[in-house]
């Protein structure tokens, strides 16, 4: 099946600072790629929704300005959460769909996020 | 609004048969998806199911009656390893996927 790399796999970091992350599609051509954030025995929340050089769509209550979504190129987009703080500790995960009639998302490894 | 309803949590025996049900209610329909993930790892895909019926992949199977808002997967010959959540998830009519809370499922020996 299709692949889909998530970096980093997990990351500290101190409150105040920036977090980026980067979802990566090995083997397709990824038209639209997915953020999720999942807290402990919760599930899979989206927060935004990220098209191939267009602004990304985010989710009611999720800060734009906060979590930053670039999606350059059709391999590649990145989310950088800005001034993070410990409430934004969380499992971060990317998942990306492609064309060609793709119908499952693939899912990259997922980030640990914590931030102290 | 969008619902999807499956137990909390099920329990059952290795080397036996058990049976996860979900429910939906979604703004239309365009395929249901069960996933499984262990703890601290992304899910990995299991099924996919759009049209009425079972669909068998090995020791998993998942059923769907679109008319109900129901299907279900089905797990055999359960082993030490399938301890895991199991996620049903929906498309709706924009091609978003809806996800239920997810199923523990734990195996006892």
């Known amino acids: 099946g299709a692949v889909v790399s998530q970096h980093p796999s997990w990351v500290i970091c101190k409150s105040g600072t920036s977090v980026k992350i980067e979802c990566r599609s090995l083997d397709f051509q990824a038209t639209t790629m997915f953020w999720y954030r999942q807290f402990p025995k919760q599930s899979l929340m989206l927060m935004a929704t990220s098209n191939e050089g267009s602004k990304a769509t985010y989710e009611q209550g999720v800060e734009k300005d906060k979590f930053l979504i670039n999606h350059a190129s059709l391999t590649l987009s990145t989310l950088t959460v800005t001034s993070a703080h410990p409430e934004d500790s969380s499992f971060y995960i990317c998942s990306a769909s492609g064309t060609g009639g793709v119908t499952e998302a693939f899912f990259g490894q997922g980030t640990r996020l914590t931030v102290v | 609004g969008q619902n999807i309803d499956q137990p909390t949590e099920m329990t059952a025996t290795e080397g036996a048969i058990v049976q996860i049900n979900c429910t939906y209610q979604t703004s239309g329909f365009n395929g249901l998806f069960w996933y499984q993930q262990h703890a601290g790892e992304a899910p990995t895909f299991l099924s996919y199911n759009v049209l009425d019926g079972l669909e068998e992949k090995g020791r998993f199977s998942s059923f769907l009656s679109r008319s109900k808002g129901y299907s279900y997967l089905l797990l055999k010959e359960l082993q030490m390893k399938d301890s895991a959540s199991y996620l049903c998830?929906?498309?709706?009519?924009?091609?978003?996927?809806?996800w239920g809370a997810g199923t523990k499922l734990i195996i006892k020996p």
């Open positions: 998830a929906v498309k709706d009519s924009n091609y978003q996927l809806i």
